[in-house]
């Protein structure tokens, strides 16, 4: 019952955000590696990122290999998580790439919302891998 809602859930996320940070994907891929452990060590997993989005929410979009696309989504979130909670300890006044253009023009930073948001991804792929 749980899977219902949210397989189209995070699969609509997934694809709103990536659009949004391929908008504005040039600075989207500047800002992300200054705090994604694995974009600061490789500037191609920084300007893909938001196509990998695009992919995995098309993927549960349609149902594709759902326990896989949530496996692949548990290990950016853990990655993510990492990130942002080492950035935010080490008080780093970041714009967050989260939001792609749109946060890029509102100048969003890098808080707690970001980690919160990373967290409940992460559980939800979490959950469908449980379920």
Known sequence: MVM???IPFM?????AVGSLKILDWKRFSENFSKYDLLAMRSKIYSKSYPLIEVLLGSA???SWNVKFIAGILLVLMIVGIAGVS???KENKNITCACL???GHHLN???TKFT???DIIM?????AILLL
Do not use: D, N, S, T
């Open 4 to 6: 219902e809602w949210m």
């Open 11 to 15: 699969g609509w996320f997934l694809v």
């Open 60 to 62: 549960f979009l349609y």
């Open 86 to 88: 080492k950035a935010l």
């Open 100 to 102: 792609g253009k749109l």
């Open 108 to 110: 969003l930073p890098l």
């Open 115 to 117: 980690l919160i948001e």
């Open 122 to 126: 992460g559980l939800m792929a979490l």
